[in-house]
């Protein structure tokens, strides 16, 4: 097994849109130790008391949910935490809004919480990280958190923090993240979602040479916050990518690592296991293997087959990890008759197996909430698998492609990418060079 140094390492609760129920949340913290985790983040961002009515105390039902989730966690020898993002209405000036901030977290100090998460990213006030503004605001961030963690170790003397900066997603530097660094004191963790360019939020990779450029512009330790199946513009689908594109050493280079899951909750119990996986030994770590591990663990070896294929199909495109697309033969304008003929028979093949894969899998034996999440995703791609296999039978040996075919064709695509939106984007994007190249004519002809 790898070294283990990081401190750090769990779920974070931290997406947009829908939040989980509370006992998804008591089941995660039950996972936790299995997974090789040893912390849960509350940090639902469409929790009005969470961001925009941080000041306003949780009435006493949340409170005492919030009382199971920690007396769990102390059961099963996790770590709870809440983390609150205060930065869009908090005047760091005012001492009743730093009174109103500690006054918030009091309860949560005496449920025995330790770890105090404070994030300042996604303000609507924007500013430009290089300009004037990018360090005022930089020095007032380092101020509330030097303060708020003095006044926090005050009443919690094992407390630790963490800060999410409003510029979170790179490790290249910036007035603001430089002057931020400079004056944030050595007690607080600062996250970050992505080092190595790009898009950052949602990256592709995270680099050990990203990790270590991090620390050589910043001074300390990245703190990983992966949103890696988890997507603003793409709730509520299914992205069953086992967790990779990670560097081999961040468990030594990194001061934490938590993974922002996708909002059904259902979706990420097999990513949760291949992360833990991961943290249990980067080095050994086999993405593949690790999926069908836990696909069997959540589906039972019976249905085992169907959660590849979905596996397989269902890709976590959003940060372009895999393509579904990569599953398809390639294709380009100048093909000929006989290739598009051989391209016809490839998608046939491909397909037609995938025809009525919606009613074998209605008719597995699984646990009836985990089934009605799931049949949508069947039937979708076996709606997509007919539709290809029609458009192959009818275009087969045309040299110029019927236009009532083309016209079928994109009537049937049209409905699946208006009203099917947990379709793969690739797919959609497939079968839309795929109507366009049979729109013209073959090369050569």
């Known amino acids: 097994m790898a070294p283990q140094t990081l401190q750090y390492r769990g779920i974070i609760e931290g997406f947009l849109g829908p939040m989980w129920n509370h006992e998804d949340r008591l089941h995660t913290i039950r996972r936790l130790r299995g997974w090789n985790m040893n912390i849960f983040i509350y ?13 306003t105390p949780y009435p006493a039902e949340d409170m005492a949910r919030f009382t199971e989730l920690a007396e769990e966690a102390q059961r099963q020898g996790v770590q709870f ?24 977290l009091q309860p949560f100090i005496d449920l025995g919480s330790t770890f105090f998460p404070i994030f300042y990213d996604d303000l609507v006030e924007e500013f430009d990280p290089d300009g004037p503004s990018g360090e005022r605001h930089a020095e007032m961030q380092a101020e509330v958190m030097n303060d708020l963690a003095d006044a926090l170790t005050a009443r919690c003397a094992q407390a630790h923090f963490l800060f999410c900066p409003t510029q979170y997603m790179t490790a290249e ?23 190595d360019g790009g898009r950052g939020i949602i990256s592709r990779t995270f680099s050990d040479e990203g990790a270590r450029k991090y620390y050589a512009n910043f001074g300390r330790r990245p703190f990983l916050w992966d949103n890696f199946t988890v997507h603003d513009r793409s709730m509520n689908t299914l992205h069953w990518t086992p967790y990779t594109g990670r560097g081999v050493h961040l468990n030594e280079l990194c001061s934490g690592i938590i993974l922002n899951p996708q909002n059904i909750y259902l979706y990420g119990l097999p990513v949760f296991g291949t992360f833990g996986d991961y943290l249990t030994d980067p080095h050994a770590y086999n993405p593949r293997a690790s999926m069908r591990h836990h696909l069997a663990e959540l589906l039972g070896e019976t249905a085992l087959p169907a959660g590849l294929v979905l596996s397989q199909w269902y890709t976590a495109e959003c940060a372009e990890y895999h393509s579904s697309e990569e599953n398809l033969p390639t294709m380009n304008e100048a093909m000929t008759l006989a290739e598009r003929d051989a391209l016809l028979q490839q998608l046939h093949a491909i397909f037609q197996p995938l025809c009525d894969f919606g009613l074998k899998f209605n008719r597995l034996r699984l646990d009836p909430k985990l089934a009605s999440y799931l049949l949508p995703f069947a039937n979708i791609l076996q709606w997509y698998a007919m539709m290809i296999v029609d458009f192959c039978t009818a275009m087969k040996g045309h040299a110029v492609s019927p236009p009532a075919v083309l016209a079928d064709f994109a009537g049937k695509l049209s409905i699946l990418e208006r009203y099917h939106f947990r379709l793969p984007a690739s797919l959609i994007d497939y079968a839309k060079r795929l109507s366009a190249i049979f729109a013209q004519q073959p090369a050569g002809v």
């Open 81 to 104: 935490a809440y983390a609150i993002s205060p930065g869009n209405t908090f005047h760091p000036r005012d001492p009743a809004h730093r009174l109103l901030l500690l006054e918030k």
């Open 43 to 55: 940090s639902p961002r469409d929790d009005p008391y969470h961001r925009f009515c941080w000041e």
């Open 173 to 195: 530097k910036s007035g603001y993240l430089c002057r931020l660094h400079e004056l944030l004191d050595s007690r607080i963790e600062t996250a970050v979602t992505g080092v």
